[in-house]
């Protein structure tokens, strides 16, 4: 709806809203839909349609009035849309005026504006006059607002009637005008006089932060400055003296209070009345946010600006003047915030400034006192200091635009690195505007893309800095040189160990095996230059920057190790009596003397010294750190065992192979000692020892993640069984987790044995207040999930513990879900026991529930009819009654005294009586009246069969002397007279519903309640929750001394609210979305119906009706949406989770503060109360929901949110309703605005950038008539150098919205996740974790595991979610400890926020580098001495995608990002920073995993291509007899490894172990045998593929950019074309090739066909081809469908014939697509395209081998045939250029001639074919080779051509090149298309793809095939109606 018509449309539609006035959720947006240069008008307008129904004329004059100054604001209409507008709303005026004229009172518009300003005044302003808590103040402050627009409006229409203003409105707007300055929109502090008695304000650690900072002692004010009110403070004279912002200012203030004073309270749990800010807390929070600064200035020899002065008083001020300026140089730097070191430079001078001011320092220029550099004007900061910076950002990033390469513009990084030496001081400040910093490369008018003749102007550009990002796989080598040398030095002791001697390992105590394993000093030296040059070659582009002496060390880097590398092999020579091959060789160039062996042990051990030096550091001052990571070394060690063995045989064996009979063709030279062979072999072993460090990692890491998942106690309560039999325990853990510690308890015991047994006391009954804060805990978690429709009210009522504390039962109320169906049970076993008391006894209290039941059913018995009984004489019977009974209890002879059989009889009366009391009407009074005779009778008669109880009840009657007749009156029945029994019962209280409720449960419920809660995600999250409890956690504090958060969420525009549209929309197979998610959630749907009280669908679809009749509010709509919108990935779902944390800091709070009868009473109550109870500022509720303030906001960054609000937008609709639903929700987005420019006279409006935070305007009033217009309102507006947005989008998003939030904890959550009631309330616990210990530093993010909420949906997704799972349990546990790498994966995280925003934020931002900005965000918080954790017992929920397009382009996104990643500095410095163990984590848990993919992939080309060179060379013929060749067993075990890989059981072991700790060993062997046959392996092996070809492209041409991957539905069919535009190149092109090699592999191959092995080794290879090639139709719905395949057939044909061209996209066009996909081409550079051609060469290997093999050249070896074959392609490819250019030329005019050359050229093509075939014998398997042989050759050209395209477009030849590429293309398309449309053909093969997709689905008991097949049956029926 947003851009459709354009703004004609728009005013259109704006108009036919606002007819409807009386239907105000329409009308509304008419004042948000304003253009953004006539900003001014909207709250004009707001006040007209809010006075509307009120008085019509006065909002036609406000509307008129604000026409006017529209025209004022923009006469000649030169913004956007303003003339569509301004004639819209002239049209309405038009329209309106005579109507409203009619119903005018008064008789002028001045009188009547006058009278109705007056009436507004008394009615809204004079009522509210004391507004005392947060609703009012806002009404208020709304009235203040539009009192004050109706007198402008007033005085305008007075001005026109030229009438005088009555004084009395005068003097009462004075009074307005004067508190709408006060009264400004507040966040989250309302710091105005008038609102000191809110509660927030009252809490003394807010107080003693406001008031020092109001303390403005001896500060210098300017002279010019008016003091405009009483409360100035700190920030106001940072304002005067530095120009800030004046939002700026009031965002930082509210920033720096709650920082204080959250601080403050935690040093001092118990605050002094009198309140004064303590130092300690000061302290910490200057400490934190000054860390990072004082480094800087440590690391530059600088002296810190932080002066303090020596009086005491002045300190504290002194601390709060240095924290403002830093928190508003911060709050107002844009996009500098992701340059720390920059901010430091700016901060160094301003500080340095304050403290010149503050001294009294006299300038020596001018001889007066220093003034800022500055000035401080309006927006002096943003215009002179903030501006210049990010004009040098945007420019860059403008370059990066371009596509141009990393190394030729600067990120954020190098900008920010400028800033790391001390030439950053050249800057000066004032800044000079010729620094080098400044100078922007040669302009861009002169910018050439191709040749270097770069103008001069290059010169001056600083270049990058430091780190230059080149694509290269280089990098990967570079980052991580310790660890390659470590594995190439292996690797040449084990073969020099297995070449000599005996070949076993202990051979190496030999003494000349020794000797010559001493080389790999040599090797290491050369690998060390190797190193050295690198570095000088990668960072040749940074050298303009580099200073001299960082150039020398590089320079002598290379010399020394050149140096090394000559010095080594000389002394090593020398070592030898009579040396070796090339010791010899080096002997001879110099002179022959004697043998000194000890000169090379002494080269070895001073080249050795700076590596032991390292080695003794890194011991002993970190023996712990030593120990954490010895386990490292045993996985070591076992490596280097399992590598030795295989690698000792095949050695020996081929290279002493020494035959010479080979079948040579002529060409091939001889080669020494078969080297080819040995290549060819050995090749795929070593690059499989390169790889297989992986697998062993993937088995370490599931081992030990196991156990320490074990030993945390994961899975313990794993089903609701276990559950069950540890309930009783749980109260225990309820009160010793969540509840704050009294000062008396204990605090927990650590160690060993507190690890392996965690009891918690059970709670005794008598302990009121612990069962009473467990109900409340308990109770609240079972409410979230009904609201969440996970359970039906009956469950609820079964899994709920009473609120209401009944004290007359002294015992436990234990959930009826426990106690269900243990009465009855209890009611048989007693009227079966005949007698026997103490067997009766113990056989109830065996079961502890039971017993529990019987004793809790008995006294509720007691008192509900000692509460009903109320005459005297009934009282006298039943106490009798009941103390007899309790005699015989007491004694123990209960059963034998009394007869039990009757016992089931008196319990149906007593259930008959409950459902009376549930029911409660008058006129069953009779019925219960009887109901007591009854039970009476049976009591006395069956039961207790004792004589004097009937005469006491006879006595009662009057007894038996008196025979005849007694008059009616004096009849006495018991319990029949009118007071006898208190029923119907008035008043009903919730506590007496909720008790007869559950008696009624317990007596009836016959069935045992085990499957409750039947839903599955609700076992799954109350067992999961209850099994945490049990885990290790940090006590909870009192939620005032908690830590406090903020929660972060960037939104961009994705869905917040699925519309009624939306839902029912059908797609092509007549799915809708609501009937999806009826069908997948079909038990959630019976419950939504219920939940809205409808008992079918089809009473709510009436009902819906209905509603859509009567015009009124849509409740059921809106619900109706808000379900299904719950069950998608929207921003409603994620802002109801995460408002989960304030509904459970609520709770706690009450928890915290409540006294014992309050809590008696129950947080139910007060919730039910508090509409009458938020009245008094002090209550309960009030002061609960201040603390909440205090500790926890919500900012959603909705980056686009004011252009959707301008342009009516259905999104911004739905975020105002999330506004308005949660008060305390607040939006940031950035807002552009068009001023009219007022320099320059031109039409042009200049567009302003706005950072800006909304609240919603009026939190909903429960009693008044008023409709309320939904609106929101401004908080801060901060001004923006200019867009926001320059690099990846993500976190410039989260940047620009970081200031507003607050607290000290910073939780980043992304649009897809999802958060639960019952794990918000541990938040407090986790953050305790940041005053824990782990390790030696303290932790700046704490890492928590994710639930991943997308499983269910189809196979795919199941596996895709259980990948996940995976990864971020189990293999993040292992990450953070032992391994110490766990970086920032997304989003739960909660960062230390203070660390974070002084060191960058959390994340980066530059373009490309940053492509996967979370994880830099952890690279940088450990480069910077963070540390991060990963804790296990809370969790978030998160979405997935979940069909294979979306899985694949979601890989592909991370698969780029982890190629840019490789480049990167961070990496780099990563590698070198971290010690050796800690580096091999790092590389094999990032970029390392992709790199070993890449070399799986890359092993199976180099076998195939090895074997393809044996093959066709003839040496596999004659080597055939060797061992080496026929039986290689190490090359099986190598290629076994490496299809291990392949297959993706890396991936299922760690998976098996997470799902068998959580959920069962036998659960696991199931779930993995089930994707075994859902064939899993199909899709690990193609993600492989998707992995290694998006990793491997980044690094070689880039072109990665951030994939939307679209988080909807999915389940609906993907097009043929799609598919193959998405995997051609990534997937269908690879297979093809290998199929190509597997197949001239088959048709000549000759060696070991039988043998099992080469078996296994092609099969694994024939599945990656098989799988790359199909399995995109195997996993696409419906993808065997006859129907669908012949529609795919037909778009396919489309897609591929249609032309490209400009503004095509490549959906359409198969040209415009093929051009797309080489767009990486454009930017590789040199070596890219160097490196593309050199790979393209191989495909000219078949053409050259093979044509030896056909039978016509059989006898010739010549080079010739070679030759030859050249010239047949040339001339196939001459004819198809004729054919083509005749075409175009002859086609028209010389039609028939044109025909008969085509003829011609057919006939002679077949008459060369049959002389071919006559004369030399040219066969059928001639043509196939010929065809094998040429097709590659074909592509191979192709390839080439287009890694050339600037010269291939020169020469013309690019047409032909993109005819004979759609040839291909086309080619392949048939090839995949026939196989799947053959198997179309089948009905079953359909039906079993079905199955095999959503297994998890039927198994649920789904329609899939009705959400496939659809409603179409239904759809035809409803037609023929």
Known sequence: MSSRGGSDQQSQRRITRTQTAGNLGESIFDSEVVPSSLVEIAPILRVANEIESDNPRVAYLCRFYAFEKAHRLDPTSSGRGVRQFKTALLQRLERENDPTLMGRVKKSDAREMQSFYQHYYKKYIQALQNAADKADRARLTKAYQTANVLFEVLKAVNMTQSVEVDPQILEAHDKVAKKTEIYVPYNILPLDPDSANQAIMRYPEIQAAVLALRNTRGLPWPKDYKKKKDDEDILDWLQAMFGFQKDNVANQREHLILLLANVHIRQFPKPDQQPKLDDRALTEVMKKLFKNYRKWCKYLDRQSSLWLPTIQQEVQQRKLLYMGLYLLIWGEAANLRFMPECLCYIYHHMAFELYGMLAGNVSPMTGENVKPAYGGEEEAFLRKVVSPIYEVI??????????????????????????????????????????????????????????????AGKERWMGKINFVEIRSFWHVFRSFDRMWSFFILCLQVMIIVAWNGSGQPSSIFNSDVFKKSLTVFITAAILKLGQAVLDVILSWKARRSMSSHVKLRYILKVVSAAAWVIVLPVTYAYSWDNPPGFAQTIKSWFSQSSSSPSLF?????????????????????????????????IVMLMMWWSQIKPLVGPTKAIMNVKIRNFQWHEFFPRAKDNLGVVIALWAPIILVY???????????????????????????????????SRFQSLPGAFNACLIPLEKTEQTKKKGLKATLSRNFAEISPNKEKEAARFAQLWNKIITSFREEDLINNREMGLLLVPYWADRDLDLIQWPPFLLASKIPIALDMAKDSNGKDRELKKRIQTDNYMYCAVRECYASFRNIIKFLVQGAREKEVIDYIFSEVDRHIEAGDLITEYRMSALPGLSEHFVKLIKYLLDNKQEDRDQVVILFQDMLEVMTRDIMMEDHISSLVDSIHGGSGHEGMTPLDQQYQLFASSGAIKFPIHPVTEAWKEKINRLDLLLTVKESAMDVPSNLDARRRISFFSNSLFMNMPTAPKVRNMFSFSVLTPYYTEDVLFSLHDLEVENEDGVSILFYLQKIFPDEWSNFLERVKCRNEEEFRMKLQKEEELKGPKELEEELRLWASYRGQTLTKTVRGMMYYRKALELQAFLDMAHDEDLMEGYKAVELNMEDNSKGERSLWAQCQAVTDMKFTYVVSCQQYGIHKRSGDTRAQDILKLLTTYPSLRVAYVDEVEEPSKERPKKINQKVYYSALVKAALPKSSNSSDPVQILDQVIYKIKLPGPAILGEGKPENQNHAIIFTRGEGLQTIDMNQDNYMEEALKMRNLLQE????????????????????????????????????????????????????????????VFDRLFHLTRGGVSKASKNINLSEDIFGGFNSTLREGNVTHHEYIQVGKGRDVGLNQISMFEAKIANGNGEQTLSRDIYRLGHRFDFFRMLSCYFTTVGFYFSTLITVLTVYVFLYGRLYLVLSGLEEGLITQKAIRDNKPLQVALASQSFVQIGFLMALPMLMEIGLERGFRTALSDFILMQLQLAPVFFTFSLGTKTHYYGRTLLHGGAKYRPTGRGFVVFHAKFAENYRLYSRSHFVKGMEMMLLLLVYQIFGHSYRGSVAYIFITVSMWFMVGTWLFAPFLFNPSGFEWQKIVDDWTDWNKWISNRGGIGVPPEKSWESWWEEEQEHLKYSGKRGTIAEIVLALRFFIYQYGLVYHLHIAEKTKSFLVYGISWLVIFLILFVMKTVSVGRRRFSANFQLMFRLIKGLIFLTFVSILVTLIALPHMTVQDIIVCILAFMPTGWGLLLIAQACKPMVHQAGFWGSVRTLARGYEVVMGLLLFTPVAFLAWFPFVSEFQTRMLFNQAFSRGLQISRILGGQRKDRASRNKE
Request: hydrophobic share 40%; proline share 5%.
């Open 394 to 455: 945007a420019k860059e990033a403008e370059r990066s635009k371009r596509g141009s390469k990393h190394s030729q513009w600067r990120n954020y990084d190098d900008l920010n690195e400028y800033f790391w030496s001390v030439d950053c001081f050249r800057l000066g400040w004032p800044m000079r505007a010729d620094a080098d910093f400044f100078c922007l490369p040669f302009d861009q008018l002169q910018f050439v893309k191709n040749g270097d003749n770069r103008p």
């Open 601 to 633: 042990i002494l080269a070895v051990v001073v080249y050795l010294s700076p590596n032991m030096l390292a080695a003794i550091l890194f011991l002993f001052p970190f023996i712990r750190r030593f120990l954490e990571r010895s386990n490292y070394r």
């Open 690 to 724: 390169f790889m297989d460090t992986q697998i062993w990692y993937a088995i370490f890491s599931t081992l030990f993640g196991g156990i320490y998942g074990a030993f945390r106690r994961l899975g313990e309560i794993r089903t609701l069984g276990m559950l069950r």
């Open 1330 to 1389: 940041f005053l824990e210990e782990h390790g030696v530093r303290p932790p700046t993010i704490l890492g928590l595991r994710e639930h991943i909420f997308t499983g269910s949906v189809s196979s795919l997704a199941w596996f895709m979610s259980n990948q996940e799972t995976s990864f971020v349990t189990i293999g993040q546990r292992l990450l953070a400890n032992p391994l110490k790498v766990r970086f920032h994966y997304g989003h739960p995280d």
